[in-house]
């Protein structure tokens, strides 16, 4: 039983240390966010440019940037494309992109 008992411990050990080498141990949100400059489109349409990381989504990205404001999926989603000229599906890791801004906080 004694055992059995430290294998458990030694297999729970391992996996806390593999699952903070691979994912870190600090939420994304707790993690501080780089100062940006705000810019406009012509049609005065406020964004961002953002890299996106490993995990994010524009959505995600979006709410990052936007706290407190509350905008419904279908104009954060159109406002990307128009910025974009791209579906939000298809964000690729390590690629810049421009995340709209709806918060007059920037």
């Known amino acids: 039983m004694r055992k059995l ?3 458990i ?8 240390v ?3 080498i691979k994912n870190g141990t600090l939420p994304r949100s707790s993690v501080q966010k780089k ?5 406009r489109t012509s ?3 406020k964004y961002v440019n953002i890299k996106v990381k490993r995990g994010d989504t524009v ?6 940037y936007n706290k407190g404001t509350v905008e419904s999926i ?5 406002d990307f494309i128009e910025l974009n000229d791209l579906d939000p599906v ?3 890791e390590n690629n810049t992109y421009k995340i709209p801004i709806h918060t007059d906080e920037q």
């Open 74 to 78: 279908d104009k954060i989603i159109s």
């Open 59 to 64: 959505l995600s990205i979006y709410e990052q």
């Open 18 to 20: 593999i699952n903070d």
């Open 90 to 92: 298809k964000i690729k």
């Open 43 to 45: 049609n005065k349409l």
């Open 9 to 16: 411990a030694f297999t729970l050990l391992v996996t806390a």
């Open 5 to 7: 008992f430290i294998a």
């Open 35 to 39: 100062a940006v400059s705000v810019q």
